[in-house]
Nanobody, 124 residues
Framework: QVQLVESGGGLVQAGGSLRLSCAASARRFSSYAMGWFRQAPGKEREFVATINWSGGSTSYAGSVKGRFTISRDNAKNTLYLQMDSLKPDDTAVYYC?????????????????WGQGTQVTVSS
């Protein structure tokens, strides 16, 4: 079992930055690929970014590529999402997710564990 707890959300003006964190209670955090997803009101949950077990491989949604950076610290059992140049369209609840295995995973159905989410609101 893996428990995930997100933090770092909040209200920010357009053009600003936030860093989300996801603390994982996993015996072997490095055994899991991790991902960030988001869900805006009235919309389906969408992929944001993913990272493999070592941090050596990442992938991003086109809408955030070049603005967001996913990273992990396996020694601290923590996943991060650095979000820069934020836009009002980035407003959503952001979720971290985990799946056991190598490689990277871009669809929500592939993930086994989910956090409760953290709200990010970007004002114009």
């Amino acid at each position: 079992q893996v428990q995930l707890v997100e933090s770092g959300g909040g209200l920010v003006q357009a053009g600003g930055s936030l860093r989300l964190s996801c603390a994982a209670s996993a015996r072997r955090f490095s055994s899991y690929a991790m991902g960030w997803f988001r869900q805006a009101p009235g919309k389906e949950r969408e992929f944001v970014a993913t990272i493999n077990w070592s941090g050596g491989s990442t992938s991003y949604a086109g809408s955030v590529k070049g603005r967001f950076t996913i990273s992990r610290d396996n020694a601290k059992n923590t996943l991060y999402l650095q979000m820069d140049s934020l836009k009002p369209d980035d407003t959503a609840v952001y979720y971290c997710a985990a799946v056991s295995g190598v490689g990277i995973f871009v669809t929500a159905a592939e993930y086994s564990y989910w956090g409760q989410g953290t709200q990010v609101t970007v004002s114009s």
